[in-house]
């Protein structure tokens, strides 16, 4: 399974638009690209997930490069209710049954 | 869509005890399910991955045997921590994939060992 890297930690301001890279070298020609969300004491939530270019779904943008060896989440005007843990995870879906490795993930301060 | 559910959402049992935690996908079927465990300002540890009616596959360094996990239909998986001591008390999450291979999580189980 691919290792990712994450900053550790961002701060931003409500309003503003937030943008998370994540570095995976070592991805597979198979591997997706699927961010989630987790609050304290929560289980992480699915934000987005895909395979190259950019995807956009009603909560946030995903972009990745044509070399696909890293990927940008991007959130437009976020909210405090957006301050949270966000973790970036590569792993084929249709193997070993879309087993994922966490990493370190990035947590968010968004502060008002 | 995609709704996975635990119980309990909290639990506090004596040591030598041991303590059952349901996961149910509850509008879709997992054909997958996988565990989770989480201890304070870490990450997820992935423990194991289960296939409905098959044997469970445990990573590395997770006892099988004080783990016990049961993914007897599409829709529910339990993790039993059988003989708990204060060490495994921790914050265990379920998550289910299925037809969309996209995983989805539970809200999770606190578990106390006193």
């Known amino acids: 399974l691919a290792k990712t890297t994450q900053p550790i930690s961002m701060d931003s301001y409500e309003g503003q638009e937030v943008n998370i890279t994540c570095s995976h070298n070592n991805i597979a020609t198979n591997d997706y690209i699927t961010w989630y969300q987790q609050f304290p004491s929560q289980g992480p939530r699915f934000i987005i997930q895909?395979?190259?270019t950019k995807v956009t779904n009603e909560v946030a943008s995903l972009f990745i490069p044509a070399d696909r060896k890293s990927s940008t989440l991007s959130l437009p005007r976020v909210s405090l209710s957006d301050t949270a843990v966000y973790y970036c995870?590569?792993?084929?879906?249709?193997?070993?049954?879309?087993?994922?490795?966490f990493g370190q993930g990035t947590e968010l301060s968004v502060k008002p | 869509g995609a709704v996975v559910s635990q119980h309990p959402s909290r639990v506090i049992c004596k040591s030598g005890t041991s303590v059952k935690i349901e996961c149910r996908s509850l509008d879709f079927q997992a054909t997958t399910m996988f565990w989770y465990r989480q201890f304070p300002k870490q990450s997820l540890m992935l423990m194991a991955t289960s296939n409905e009616g098959s044997k469970a596959t445990y990573e590395q360094g997770v006892e099988k045997d004080k783990f016990l996990i049961n993914h007897a239909s599409l829709t529910l998986s339990t993790l039993t921590v059988t003989s708990a001591h204060p060490e495994d008390s921790s914050f265990y999450i379920c998550?289910?994939?299925?037809?969309?291979?996209?995983?989805?999580f539970g809200p999770g189980t606190r578990l106390t060992v006193l």
């Open positions: 998550a289910g994939s299925g037809s969309t291979d996209t995983q989805y």
């Open positions: 895909g395979y190259k």
């Open positions: 995870l590569v792993g084929d879906p249709y193997n070993q049954g879309g087993k994922l490795i």
